[in-house]
């Protein structure tokens, strides 16, 4: 049972004592004396409980806050380790994306590294990996040279170089 449960059953059964007094006191000093005391205590079992309930909902509230905030950093921490990761050879329609947004790549294999290649060198890259069966790795970078998530590519445009033969 929660603390909230738990001052609804207290208060439940103090108002069934307010109830039998008020019905059993008559004129009777004493028993109206409990019966008033008794409401002042339920009157502030109730302030208590709107306050917990204010307070848990608060606490919920915040719960789903953290959550999505979590969740969120949780999809940029992949997102940031993909960049840094980097990935086999780009496709041609991932390739002129980045191309025509001034974009480089670096290229790595082993302990080659290859730094501001261009659309032609990934190109002539792939043409190694395909030859050779050489392991290699592409690093996409931003027009300002730094590293940046891999291109997207339209749909419509991915189709478009398929139909190319690229």
């Not at 059993?24 to 005391?37: L, N």
């Not at 509230?61 to 997102?79: F, H, N, Q, V």
């Amino acid at each position: 049972m929660s603390g909230a449960d738990d001052y609804e059953h207290a208060l439940g059964g103090l108002r069934g004592h307010i109830v039998y007094g008020e019905q059993t006191a008559g004129d009777t000093p004493v028993a109206w004396v409990q019966v008033k005391v008794a409401l002042s205590y339920l009157r502030d079992a109730e302030r208590v409980l709107v306050a917990e309930r204010t307070r848990a909902e608060a606490a919920e509230a915040e719960c789903a806050r953290l959550t999505t905030e979590r969740d969120a950093a949780r999809a940029e921490a992949a997102g940031l380790r993909a960049v840094v990761e980097g990935r086999p050879a780009p496709t041609d329609a991932e390739v002129a994306a980045h191309d025509a947004a001034g974009g480089l790549w670096i290229v790595g294999s082993g302990g080659e590294l290859n730094p501001w290649v261009s659309a032609a060198g990934v190109r002539y890259h792939r043409a190694r990996v395909e030859r050779y069966g050489e392991p290699l790795w592409f690093l996409a970078l931003s027009a300002e040279r730094r590293p940046c998530p891999w291109p997207t590519v339209a749909a419509e445009a991915a189709t478009a170089l398929a139909g190319e033969g690229r």
